[in-house]
């Protein structure tokens, strides 16, 4: 606790931190997961995405041909937005998290009403800076050097909507001076966080492959049923990393403050 306050953490110790605060705050995590991700997996849920792969691979010529491309398209664009729109909440709420951890106020517990009004009356600033960073992301996207760049210096966008009044532009430039100085670390951790990421995924998809419907069969309601709550658990517990993110975001902050009162 008293070393996040003063330097900036290796990786391990950051992983070690958010253990510790994602466990302590399941009361808090497994309601607001709920609220941001069965909206979302209930959506795709609907978007036959095995079935538009399976006929792209087969014929792919046909598929552009009869109009099914540029609609699966349209449509996984507008669920992408959808999904950036709710699940923006889970980081907001994890800095929040983070942020009352390792900043405690009087040594009070942040109850589960206070802690979704909070992430509510935030929703809208986080999701407009969400939305502007993928905009510019998707315009640079043709040069993979802009993308990668902007992907790394806008890296705590969210985490600065969530906890202050900055969003849009501002939260752009806020996380920007956050990495000057230091993008190659910056651009490591984020990176690794992100493998992590997804290779944990991986890993809860094979052990909850069996218990999904096979591929191409007619979705019953208790099969969506299954497939909605697997989904939405293996995103939640998925979710740790962006904790790891809000708590590396606190430990900058906070390292950083303490530097600066050092010098002056």
Not at 107 to 136: E, H, N, P, R
Not at 208 to 223: F, H, K, N, Q, S
């Amino acid at each position: 606790m008293n070393d996040i306050t003063h330097r900036e953490l290796r990786i391990i110790e950051i992983l070690s931190e958010t253990f510790k605060l994602f466990k302590s705050s399941l009361r808090l995590i497994v309601p607001l997961c709920l609220l941001a991700l069965i909206p979302v997996n209930l959506i795709e849920l609907f978007f036959p995405q095995d079935v538009f792969l399976a006929a792209l691979l087969t014929d792919p010529v046909g598929v552009v041909y009869s109009g099914l491309y540029n609609n699966s398209i349209l449509f996984f664009g507008v669920t992408q937005v959808i999904r950036l729109i709710f699940t923006c909440l889970v980081t907001g709420g994890y800095t929040y998290l983070a942020m009352r951890r390792f900043i405690p106020d009087g040594g009070t517990q942040a109850s589960l009403s206070g802690f979704i009004d909070f992430v509510m009356g935030k929703w809208i600033s986080i999701a407009f800076t969400g939305i502007l960073f993928y905009c510019i992301l998707s315009l640079s996207a043709i040069m993979i050097f802009p993308a990668v760049y902007f992907a790394v210096i806008f890296i705590f966008h969210l985490n600065i909507a969530a906890v202050s009044g900055e969003r849009g532009f501002k939260a752009l430039i806020a996380s920007a001076r956050l990495v000057r100085g230091r993008f190659l670390k910056r651009m490591f951790y984020g990176i690794t966080f992100l493998i992590m990421q997804f290779a944990l995924a991986g890993v809860l998809a094979r052990l909850t492959g069996g218990l999904y419907p096979p591929v191409g069969a007619e979705l019953t309601l208790p099969g969506g049923i299954l497939i909605l709550a697997l989904n939405v658990l293996t995103e939640t517990i998925g979710s740790i990393f962006i904790m790891a993110q809000a708590v590396w975001f606190v430990n900058i902050l906070l390292s950083r403050k303490t530097q600066q009162e050092g010098v002056s």
